[in-house]
């Protein structure tokens, strides 16, 4: 059977808005970039205080200097079969429009700088990262391998209303 894979314009504006270093990670078998601009540091995933009745995603609060920042599994929020806490595991500290949310990943990789010439637009088809926070998909050639990463719009999946982080930011 042949499948027909529609895909989003990108069109030469969107590119040159884009970020253009993003820091890398792993959930599950993915490969997955965020802008590098909305990294405030990363840190090793300790247990957080948990919230009574918080989504089964939100995994709990951290005190980081005073300031209590709300933690997000991503692999349980973007369906991950399994979330298992190993030395790996990380928590990426993020700064978006004011508020500070962890956000816990397998691994955090590297930082890559991509170029408008190796982003490409972003399939049209059903995924638990839905196309409104993909940003497009990243291709890193090393050699004879190349590597594909799904260029994620952390502002917005973050800012989503089933998160309710932001939301509750702005009350505050």
Known sequence: MNM????????????????????SFRLGGEEYGIDILRVQEIRRYEAPTRIANAAHFIKGVINLRGVIVPIVDLRLKLGCESADYTDFTAVIVLNLSDRVIGVVVDSVSDVLELGADSIRPVPEMSSSVGPGFMLGIGCIRTGDVERMLILTDIQALMSSDEMGLMAAAALH
């Open 4 to 23: 027909l894979v529609q895909t989003h314009r990108v069109d030469t504006r969107t590119v040159a808005a884009m970020p253009k270093e993003f820091l």
